[in-house]
């Protein structure tokens, strides 16, 4: 078995681009540009634990400030399981980490993202 405990060093500085990307877009009040990074940064992290809960806490302040309680409840949820799922290895690949999907769907990876997670992994 497989045990994830850091994020590459390459790989993150991807993973904060995306978060850095959601922070402008939040500031800038483009409510679907700021998740589509919060998506794109949760599909690079959830492979490692502190990243992946991170994407899920961004996600439940997000569902917060929409005052979107299913999000809010769904990210609840994750945030309690997600970070030890990443620590063994057995997440599924491609989601994008929102109530909008289930929590074990596998999806497919953007073209660009796939690129860069081959690139380091």
Do not use: C
Request: glycine residues 6%; charged residues 20%; proline residues 5%.
């Amino acid at each position: 078995m497989k045990f994830n405990i850091a994020i590459p060093t390459a790989l993150k500085a991807h993973y904060y681009k995306e978060i850095e990307s959601y922070r402008i877009a939040l500031k800038e009040q483009n409510w679907s540009t700021a998740w589509q990074h919060l998506e794109r940064s949760h599909i690079i992290g959830q492979s490692y634990p502190f990243e992946h809960s991170y994407s899920h806490w961004l996600m439940l302040i997000f569902g917060f400030k929409q005052k979107d309680f299913k999000e809010v409840a769904g990210q609840l949820i994750r945030l309690l399981v997600g970070g030890w799922k990443s620590f063994i290895d057995h997440v599924p690949v491609g989601n994008t980490g929102g109530s909008n999907v289930p929590p074990l769907k596998k999806m497919e990876i953007p073209a660009d993202l796939k690129f860069i997670l081959n690139q380091h992994n």
